[in-house]
T-cell receptor
Framework: QKEVEQNSGPLSVPEGAIASLNCTYSDRGSQSFFWYRQYSGKSPELIMS????GDKEDGRFTAQLNKASQYVSLLIRDSQPSDSATYLCAVNRGAGGTSYGKLTFGQGTILTVHP | GAVVSQHPSWVICKSGTSVKIECRSL??????MFWYRQFPKQSLMLMATSNEGSKATYEQGVEKDKFLINHASLTLSTLTVTSAHPEDSSFYIC?????????FGPGTRLTVT
């Protein structure tokens, strides 16, 4: 079993729709969870961070975390063509010190938003 | 927001030569930086943790003698790929932590011919 798994994709949604991206992780000691967006040929850009169970909203993005189910998701409302990218789920144990930088990434989900 | 820069953005070198990649934190001090590698159509994998004033720590399977890391100041970490081979061709990305969040540099695309 991979440490961090994302729904395989690719995911294609029409403009204006909701895109739903899912991620599961195996390490129950994980404490910090992140969603990154990566455009082709570019480095990852942080979209959302979430640390406690429940929902966290930021603009059109909502991250959801369920530690009991070891599941984290990202919803993108009113999807735009500019949202087309690879979305990476990343997890770390966040036990302090340098461990905050040690992220384990999922394989990524390619999202295409078509006009 | 936090800004991390890298130089060069891309480099082509011949097999057997060495290449140095710089990573700088532009508006903050980073006692620790991280080096990741991304092969085509794969996700990012952590290579090593760069510690200012001390030795780097490497992830399992990463050759420390091949990937030399120097963190000489609070704003600069360098990664030197020694005796590069075509299989070292990859996208190398550094990162730094700000408020428990990881910010990535723009990356360096290395092609070894």
């Amino acid at each position: 079993q991979k440490e961090v798994e994302q729904n395989s994709g690719p995911l294609s949604v029409p403009e204006g729709a909701i895109a739903s991206l899912n991620c599961t992780y195996s390490d129950r000691g994980s404490q910090s969870f992140f969603w990154y967006r990566q455009y082709s040929g570019k480095s990852p850009e942080l979209i959302m961070s979430i640390y406690s169970n429940g929902d966290k909203e930021d603009g059109r993005f909502t991250a959801q975390l369920n530690k009991a189910s070891q599941y984290v998701s990202l919803l993108i409302r009113d999807s735009q063509p500019s949202d087309s990218a690879t979305y990476l789920c990343a997890v770390n144990r966040g036990a302090g010190g340098t461990s905050y930088g040690k992220l384990t990434f999922g394989q990524g989900t390619i999202l295409t938003v078509h006009p | 927001g936090a800004v991390v820069s890298q130089h060069p953005s891309w480099v082509i070198c011949k097999s057997g030569t060495s290449v140095k990649i710089e990573c700088r934190s532009l508006d903050f001090q980073a006692t620790t930086m991280f080096w990741y590698r991304q092969f085509p159509k794969q996700s990012l994998m952590l290579m090593a943790t760069s510690n200012e004033g001390s030795k780097a720590t490497y992830e399992q399977g990463v050759e420390k003698d091949k990937f030399l890391i120097n963190h000489a100041s609070l704003t600069l970490s360098t990664l030197t790929v020694t005796s590069a081979h075509p299989e070292d061709s990859s996208f190398y990305i550094c990162s730094a932590t700000v408020s428990h969040e990881q910010y990535f540099g723009p990356g360096t695309r290395l092609t070894v011919t």
